[in-house]
């Protein structure tokens, strides 16, 4: 069956373990036809050769994203039970427990280089009660965007994102220009850097599969992928915002509890210590 975009398919030479949508096909200067491809779930982009590729087929795709769901699910209950834990630390501390309080978490602000992620984490970010708007830049683009976004919106919490991946054949992890986006995503962290210089005024997380995550985190993150140059999940950026935005303003987040609430953990994820952005408001206006 021929190959064509928008297919979903799976490398033959990696026994099919990661699901692709065709993003384009194209000849290379030897006349060797190869796909550009981008992750259903995990935030990867590749190149392969279009012979290397299979077609899925339908029901498999729909048990891919089942499986998928239900593994979001699962995590967003573990967060609202661990967010009950927390408001009443925080009412505590704030001495009202007899009077009726409110929550102001932080604002996010998402940039992702692609849509569809986008529109996933938009929706979860409204499920969770995070308030953000979100922006779909392609990566090389997001650099000459960011401060312009952040002038208009203001946000506590900065998301960049989108695809990226280790070049196939290289071999120095080290070297950025081994990557397919990861100096893009530096450019836009240092970018943001030169509009708010405080890490705990403007929390940034940025990168992708397998991205640049040391460069990432020099460039001035206070979050970053992929440690072991890992495959991250498409929510894991979410995962990690929901955590910073409703972390007390009063209390450091704690790292090891963050990272191991995301869907990848501690090999795709990492960052530096870093203050929350919930606030507790109250008397709640009956308004």
């Known amino acids: 069956m021929k190959i064509k975009e928008g297919d979903i398919v799976g490398r033959i030479s990696y026994n099919c373990d990661v699901y692709f949508k065709v993003i384009e096909i194209y000849k290379n ?11 259903m779930d995990l935030r990867l982009c590749a190149t392969a050769a279009v012979d290397d590729l299979v077609k899925i087929e339908s029901s498999k795709i729909r048990e891919y994203w089942h499986n998928m769901m239900n593994r979001n699910h699962e995590q967003m209950k ?13 009412r505590g501390r704030a001495d009202v427990d007899k009077i009726e309080s409110f929550d102001v978490p932080g604002k996010v602000l998402h940039i992702d280089g692609d849509k569809e992620y986008l529109d996933l984490c938009l929706t979860t970010y409204k499920q969770l009660g995070v308030p953000a708007h979100g922006y779909n830049v392609d990566e090389d683009k997001q650099a000459g ?20 991946g280790f ?27 030169r509009y708010e210089k405080n ?35 498409a929510f894991d950026p979410v995962f990690i915002v929901e955590k ?29 210590e870093t203050r929350g952005k919930h606030r507790l408001g109250t008397p709640k206006s009956p308004y």
């Not at 573990?78 to 925080?90: E, G, K, L, P, Y």
């Not at 990557?179 to 962290?189: A, D």
């Not at 403007?202 to 140059?229: D, K, M, T, V, W």
Request: with cysteine; proline share 3%.
């Open 29 to 39: 200067s030897s006349g060797e036809e190869l796909a550009r491809l981008k992750g």
């Open 78 to 90: 573990h967060i609202f039970a661990r967010r009950r834990v927390d408001r009443q630390r925080s």
């Open 145 to 164: 965007k960011v401060i312009e976004l952040l002038k208009k919106h203001n946000p506590d919490i900065l998301v960049i994102t989108g695809h990226d």
């Open 244 to 272: 910073i935005a409703f972390t007390s303003i009063y209390e450091p987040i704690p790292l090891k509890e963050l990272i191991a609430g995301t869907i990848t953990g501690f090999d795709g994820v990492g960052g530096l």
């Open 199 to 233: 890490m705990d005024d403007l929390i940034i997380f940025a990168g992708a599969c397998q991205s640049h995550y040391e460069a990432i985190l020099e460039a001035g993150a206070n979050f970053a992928s992929s440690p072991q140059r890992v495959l991250i999940h």
């Open 167 to 193: 070049v196939k054949g290289k071999k120095d992890f080290r070297n950025i220009k081994n990557y397919h986006n990861s100096s893009h995503f530096v450019e836009s962290v240092k970018a943001a850097r």
